[in-house]
């Protein structure tokens, strides 16, 4: 069986994680976690393949949210795919958070994507402004 692992991480309050078969035959997990993405998010994702018995070698696909949203959550959901994606050698596409409507309408936009895109391809992460980054005063 062939399952899609779709990974969003554009807010900074939580994850959302969804394996799917198809866009009608899903599972979602939201993750709650204040700036924690890099401290739940493959705790997140090992946790829902292996509550629906599904290996790591079954991920043929991977699509990740690039954006816009907090500048370093967003990093993390775009490296955790692109790494996944070369490590399984499978395709990782990326959707922006204003090309979608709800989690039915994300994951057949993502399938439609899975199908056209190259193994070894890399997603960006999508800014809508330069990142806040306070400097130390003396």
């Given amino acids: 069986m062939n399952y899609f692992l779709i990974l969003n991480t554009t807010d900074d309050k939580c994850i959302e994680i969804i394996l799917a078969k198809s866009a009608d035959n899903f599972w979602y997990k939201k993750i709650i976690g204040e700036r ?33 949203g907090g500048f370093t959550s967003v990093r993390i959901g775009v490296v955790v795919a692109n790494t996944l994606g070369f490590a399984l050698n499978i395709p990782v596409v990326g959707i922006r958070k204003d090309e979608f409507e709800g989690n039915k ?14 193994k070894g391809n890399i997603v960006l992460p999508f800014y809508d402004r330069e990142p806040n980054i306070t400097i130390k005063s003396n």
């Fill in 36 to 68: 924690k993405q890099s401290e739940k998010l493959l705790i997140g994702i090992e946790k829902m393949l292996i509550s629906r018995k599904v290996k790591l070698s079954q991920v043929k696909g991977i699509g990740v949210v690039t954006g816009p």
């Fill in 105 to 118: 309408d994300l994951i057949e936009k993502i399938l439609i994507k899975i199908r056209k895109a190259k």
